[in-house]
T-cell receptor, first 114, second 113 residues
Framework: AQSVTQLDSQVPVFEEAPVELRCNYS??????LFWYVQYPNQGLQLLLK??????LVKGINGFEAEFNKSQTSFHLRKPSVHISDTAEYFC????????????FGTGTQLKVEL | DVKVTQSSRYLVKRTGEKVFLECVQD?????MFWYRQDPGLGLRLIYF???????EKGDIPEGYSVSREKKERFSLILESASTNQTSMYLC????????????FGPGTRLTVL
């Protein structure tokens, strides 16, 4: 069975500083990886996804993530954060084989401070 | 603009009541999902549906049922609400095929007293 670990429940960072949100997964088959963001009082929206090809994936709002198969990781990065990036970020995995189900991590609350 | 709407943003019910949470999508998507979101636990899948009248259990289906009579509407039913079902409930839809983006509604915060 697949699982996702987001070790950091909260990450405080100052505006314009870089940030990395960590995500590790476990699966016995090939996986497809996603990052979603949830702004306060809203549903989730897709930031980026990795299906195949280049291991560096670029998403919306200047975020990017790198798929590392040997370390089973899919960390999310942004070189310079803004106050508006304050939100909860969820990593999710879908197993290969035509699945439609996502398994989500427990989320990381990013708090950007002035 | 794609849209997933949920019938209520906030709902307060009493233990033992039957509760209906409604979700409607306007994107003609085949797949629809119900999750619950709890602090420290992330999102957990309750049920999903890949076609009208079709449903499959997710990871935590106990205490819940679902109904999908029309393609655009997916209902979550709590037959007899309990306090441990107090949570945020999120609905999502996704077009057919695999590994596509799931589009989420704004959520319903349910409190069971």
């Amino acid at each position: 069975a697949q699982s996702v670990t987001q070790l950091d429940s909260q990450v405080p960072v100052f505006e314009e500083a870089p940030v990395e949100l960590r995500c590790n997964y476990s699966s016995s088959v090939s996986v497809y990886l996603f990052w979603y963001v949830q702004y306060p009082n809203q549903g989730l929206q897709l930031l980026l996804k990795y299906l195949s090809g280049s291991t560096l994936v670029k998403g919306i709002n200047g975020f990017e993530a790198e798929f590392n198969k040997s370390q089973t990781s899919f960390h999310l990065r942004k070189p310079s954060v803004h106050i508006s990036d304050t939100a909860e970020y969820f990593c999710a995995v879908s197993e290969g084989g035509g699945g439609n189900k996502l398994t989500f991590g427990t989320g990381t609350q990013l708090k950007v401070e002035l | 603009d794609v849209k997933v709407t949920q019938s209520s943003r906030y709902l307060v019910k009493r233990t033992g009541e039957k509760v209906f949470l409604e979700c409607v999508q306007d994107m003609d998507h085949e797949n629809m999902f119900w999750y619950r979101q709890d602090p420290g636990l992330g999102l957990r899948l309750i049920y999903f549906s890949y076609d009208v009248k079709m449903k499959e259990k997710g990871d935590i289906p106990e205490g819940y049922s679902v109904s999908r009579e029309k393609k655009e509407r997916f209902s979550l039913i709590l037959e007899s609400a309990s306090t441990n079902q107090t949570s945020m409930y999120l609905c999502a839809s996704m077009r057919g095929g695999s590994y596509n983006e799931q589009f989420f509604g704004p959520g319903t915060r349910l409190t069971v007293l």
